[in-house]
């Protein structure tokens, strides 16, 4: 898969966010910092969504040149049909300025006693992670994918997937096909 004649404008100057770009398509993106315009910690898919779409469409109002806006944004999703468990997503929005594609990276099962933590002491998952781990910017390295796997899936790894997936609609010619023929 060719990426290579892409712009790419990251709404976040993220660590592990830039090298997950870099992993998926061998680019440096430009970095602006944008607002998610969601909470600090999102506790719901819906909400990662939204954050995820407004970081990608803001990253690309900030450029003058036009490209793809990428937005990445991690949350909480709790799944209370099946297994009675958070998990923690990480979503990548691309946006052109015309279409908006997700690709939501891996779900992993966060200990249920961190998200009571953050919801009883507003504190944010990474301020768990980094004391869990007795470190800081966990947030920016491994994160918790690296914590809880003892570094077997590191955050920027998640998020490189997702990138590739958001993106493959803009390069791949088979989403040019229509249904029922055309072009
Ligand atoms: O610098 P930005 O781009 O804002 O990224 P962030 O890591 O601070 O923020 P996100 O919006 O992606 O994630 C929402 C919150 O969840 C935390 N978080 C998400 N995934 C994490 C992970 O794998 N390890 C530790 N904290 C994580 C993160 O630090 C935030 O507090």
Redesign the pocket.
């Known amino acids: 898969m060719d990426f290579s004649g892409l712009k790419l404008v990251l ?4 660590e ?2 830039v090298k997950a770009v870099r992993l998926a398509t061998g680019i440096d993106p430009v970095c602006v910092s944008v607002p ?1 315009g969601i909470s ?3 506790l719901s898919e819906e909400e990662t969504i939204k ?1 995820a779409i407004n970081r990608a469409k803001a990253a690309l109002e900030q450029t003058e040149t036009g490209g793809i806006g990428l937005g ?5 999703t709790y799944d209370s049909t099946h297994t009675q468990q958070w998990y ?1 997503i ?1 979503v990548c929005a691309a946006w052109d300025g015309q279409r908006v594609f997700l690709g939501k990276g891996l779900a992993f099962p966060i200990p249920n006693e961190a998200v009571e933590r953050i919801q009883r002491e507003g504190v ?4 768990v ?1 980094d004391e869990w781990s007795g470190t800081t910017g ?3 390295k491994g ?4 914590l809880l796997t003892e570094g077997k899936i590191q ?1 920027a790894e998640v998020f490189r997937d997702a990138v590739i997936a958001a993106l493959v609609p803009f390069v791949s010619p088979f989403y040019r096909y229509r249904v029922g023929g055309g072009d």
């Not at 990445?72 to 909480?76: H, I, P």
């Not at 994160?143 to 690296?146: E, I, V």
């Open positions: 709404g976040t100057k993220n592990a966010k998610s600090d910690q999102p954050g990445l944004e991690g949350g909480l923690l990480s944010e998952l990474r301020t992670i966990s947030n920016q994160g918790a994918y690296g955050r």
